[in-house]
């Protein structure tokens, strides 16, 4: 069983940063595959970045050059760094975590989810 914990949402004007944290519970985080999803309103959730246990990423169109997403295995935490942010990037944040080492794209493929965090982004 792993719970999520996410934190830093906020509102922010566009063009601003913010980090989003994810703290895991479990002794095995290092060998789960994590994702950031989102959910704008009456939107579906959709796949934002994901990172396997090697560490290796991925990222939708809509975030490449400006979302990093990121681990630290000796805190059970999963990071996504925001910059150039933009007014549709205003949504819930999830985080998720895969029962599986290497990434996802799909939220039907990811077992454990966090509360969420809302990021509002202002123009």
């Known amino acids: 069983q792993v719970q999520l914990v996410e934190s830093g949402g906020g509102l922010v004007q566009a063009g601003g940063s913010l980090r989003l944290s994810c703290a895991a519970s479990?002794?095995?985080?290092?060998?789960?595959?994590m994702g950031w999803f989102r959910q704008a309103p009456e939107k579906e959730r959709e796949f934002v970045a994901a990172?396997?246990?090697?560490?290796?990423?991925y990222y939708a169109d809509s975030v490449k050059g400006r979302f990093t997403i990121s681990r630290d295995n000796a805190k059970n935490t999963v990071y996504l760094q925001m910059s150039s942010l933009k007014p549709e990037d205003t949504a819930v944040y999830y985080c998720?975590?895969?029962?599986?080492?290497?990434?996802?794209?799909?939220?039907?493929?990811?077992?454990?989810w966090g509360q969420g965090t809302q990021v509002t982004v202002s123009s």
């Open positions: 998720a975590a895969r029962g599986d080492s290497w990434y996802a794209l799909s939220p039907r493929n990811y077992d454990y």
């Open positions: 990172i396997d246990w090697s560490s290796d990423t």
């Open positions: 479990g002794r095995t985080f290092s060998s789960h595959a």
